[in-house]
Structure formats: structure tokens, C-alpha cells
């Protein structure tokens, strides 16, 4: 059972090293992400500013252009003043100009805030605008570094992969099956040694009978605790291989050989 084990643990370290590197992958991806959202966020704050500008203007528009009608009415009210010739008719238009003016007044102050405003949320588009801009260029290199290092993952990741599907060819498949089946569950080490009588993966304390098993290794022996399955670090089986390699195991190694 420990020589099954022994492809199998070889496995597991590929398998470890590719969820470091998917774990780095990911961690790139994310400063990617966030990069990006900064720039989408401006250019949201740029199109919000974009929608105002242009409700802006129309609003003007209509104010301008109902200035232009009070003013005419004023001009009308001023003919017709200078043709009447009673007094009380006179004095009722000189009313109407009056009230006209102070309209024309009232639209003019109106117009003169929103000028205001217009040209301070021009500024404010201008400057998302040059942010945008620096944003986009000083974050390329960056981005670029990023986008290089995930490409060099992705290709670590196929150089792990190809010796894992080489070595996988090789393993038991039933141990194997088994193996996977844990790793997917753990995400992490699931053929673990048995340290000082306690089990490597959840650190429990194993039974005498249980460590036996292990050492004599007939047949798999999972951890009653966290499932895992045991291997006997000591084993003349696993010498060399790159499982827990005490310098206590290499002393011995060299004695024999
Ligand atoms: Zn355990």
C-alpha cells in the first residue's frame, strides 16, 4: 500500500503547487479587477456628469428663449404704450412692463446660476476627463506586469499539469480515485504522515492500533477525525521521495546505503 502511495503523494505535491499557483493567479486577478473598477468608476462619474451637462443646457435653452418672449412683450407692451391716450390705460400697461421686467429680472438671476453651475461641471468633466486619462496610463505598466505574471502561471500550471496527467497514468486508479475525491473536498494535503502519534492534517492524537496499521500499511488507513489517509513517514518505501525528508530518514539512508 505505501508503494501506491508513494505516485500518489508524488501527485499530491504537483496538486499543491497548482493551488499555489491558482491562489496567485487569483490574487493578480483581483488587483487586475480592482485597476479596472477604478477606471470604470470614473468613467461612470464621467457619464453621470455628461447626462448633467446636457440636461443643463436644455434647461437653459428654455430659459433663454422664454427671456426672448418676456422681452418682446415688453417692446409690445412700449408700442401700445405709445399709442394710447388715456391715462388709466396708459398706467395699466406702464403695470404690465413693470411685471414683465421684474420676470425678465427673475429669469435672467435664473439663467446667471445655472451659467454658474454649467461651468463648474464643465470644469469637474474636465478633470474626471485628465484622471481618467493619467489613471489609464500610469496603470498600464502595472497591468501589463500583471497580465505577463498570470500568463506565466497559466504556463507553470501547464508544465504541473502535463507531468501530473503523465504520473496519474501511472498511480492505482482505485487509490488514486480516493485521492481525488479527498483533494476536492480538503483542498489541501489529504495523504498526510503520522507525526508523533498524532495525524499531520487535523493534529488529533491517533490510537497505538491505529499507528500500527499505518506502519504495517496492508491496506489504506484513513484518520477517524478529518478522513485524511495515513502513510508511515519512516517507511523504507518512501525514502527519497520528497515527503517530509528528516534529516533523521537521511542519516539512516546514508547508514545503509
Ligand atoms: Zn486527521
Not at 50 to 66: A, C, G, P, W, Y
Not at 151 to 178: C, H, M, W, Y
Amino acid at each position: 500500500m505505501q508503494q501506491e502511495l508513494k505516485k500518489i503523494l508524488e501527485i499530491q505535491e504537483l496538486d499543491m503547487n497548482m493551488l499555489q499557483l491558482l491562489n496567485r493567479k487569483r490574487e493578480r486577478k483581483k488587483e487586475l479587477d480592482k485597476i479596472e473598477g477604478i477606471k470604470t468608476d470614473l468613467q461612470k462619474r464621467m457619464s453621470n456628469k455628461q447626462n448633467d451637462i446636457t440636461e443643463q443646457k436644455t434647461l437653459i435653452r428654455h430659459i433663454e428663449s422664454e427671456v426672448k418672449e418676456v422681452v418682446e412683450k415688453i417692446k409690445k407692451y412700449e408700442d401700445q404704450q405709445s399709442q394710447v391716450k388715456k391715462v388709466d390705460e396708459f398706467n395699466a400697461l406702464s403695470h404690465e412692463i413693470s411685471r414683465a421686467e421684474r420676470e425678465r429680472v427673475n429669469k435672467e438671476q435664473q439663467l446667471s446660476k445655472l451659467y454658474d453651475i454649467l461651468a463648474a461641471d464643465e470644469e469637474a468633466l474636465q478633470n474626471l476627463s485628465e484622471t481618467l486619462d493619467s489613471t489609464a496610463e500610469s496603470s498600464q505598466t502595472l497591468e501589463e506586469e500583471i497580465k505577463t505574471a498570470i500568463s506565466e502561471i497559466n504556463q507553470e500550471g501547464q508544465k504541473v499539469k502535463k507531468t501530473r496527467d503523465t504520473l496519474t497514468q501511472e498511480a492505482d486508479p482505485e487509490t488514486f480515485a480516493i485521492y481525488e475525491r479527498l483533494l476536492n473536498n480538503k483542498r489541501d494535503r489529504v495523504i498526510v504522515p503520522i507525526e508523533n502519534r498524532c495525524c499531520s492534517g487535523c493534529h488529533i492524537t491517533l490510537t497505538p492500533q491505529h499507528e500500527n496499521l499505518v506502519r504495517k500499511g496492508d491496506r489504506l488507513t484513513f484518520c477517524e477525525h478529518c478522513s485524511r489517509v495515513h502513510f508511515w513517514p519512516e517507511s523504507e518505501v518512501l525514502e527519497g521521495t520528497a515527503v517530509s525528508p528528516k534529516p533523521r530518514r537521511r542519516r539512516r539512508a546514508n547508514k545503509t546505503s
